[in-house]
Nanobody, 116 residues
Framework: QVQLQESGPGLVKPSQTLSLTCTVSGGSITTSYYAWSWIRQPPGKGLEWMGVIAYDGSTYYSPSLKSRTSISRDTSKNQFSLQLSSVTPEDTAVYYC????????WGQGTQVTVSS
C-alpha cells in the first residue's frame, strides 16, 4: 500500500522560502506514469494545485505560482520536495503531497503558517 508523508517546518517567516518534503513508501516515485503533486488548501478556500513532478522527472507548475515554485526529487530516498520562495501570509495553508491521478494517493497534509 502506497503511503505519503509530508514533513517540514510549520512556521515560516514572510519573504523566506517554504520547504517541504514528501516521503513515499510502499511504491516507487519512478513507477511509470505516476505524477506526484503538491496541492494546498488555504483556510476557508478550496484546493489549489501547485505543481507536479512526473515519474520521469519532468515538472509542471501552476502558472500563478510558477515564478516562486520549484519541485525536485531524490530517487535514492524515494522523496520529492517543494520549495516556495518569497512567501507571504497568503501562502498560509494545509499543504498536501499526492498522486491524485493513477494511484489516488494523498498524504495527511501539513499545516504551514506564514507569520513573523
Amino acid at each position: 500500500q502506497v503511503q505519503l508523508q509530508e514533513s517540514g517546518p510549520g512556521l515560516v517567516k514572510p519573504s523566506q522560502t517554504l520547504s517541504l518534503t514528501c516521503t513515499v513508501s510502499g511504491g516507487s516515485i519512478t513507477t511509470s506514469y505516476y505524477a506526484w503533486s503538491w496541492i494546498r488548501q488555504p483556510p476557508g478556500k478550496g484546493l489549489e494545485w501547485m505543481g507536479v513532478i512526473a515519474y520521469d522527472g519532468s515538472t509542471y507548475y501552476s502558472p500563478s505560482l510558477k515564478s516562486r515554485t520549484s519541485i525536485s526529487r531524490d530517487t535514492s530516498k524515494n522523496q520529492f520536495s517543494l520549495q516556495l520562495s518569497s512567501v507571504t501570509p497568503e501562502d498560509t495553508a494545509v499543504y498536501y503531497c499526492a498522486e491524485p491521478g493513477v494511484g489516488g494517493y494523498w498524504g495527511q497534509g501539513t499545516q504551514v503558517t506564514v507569520s513573523s
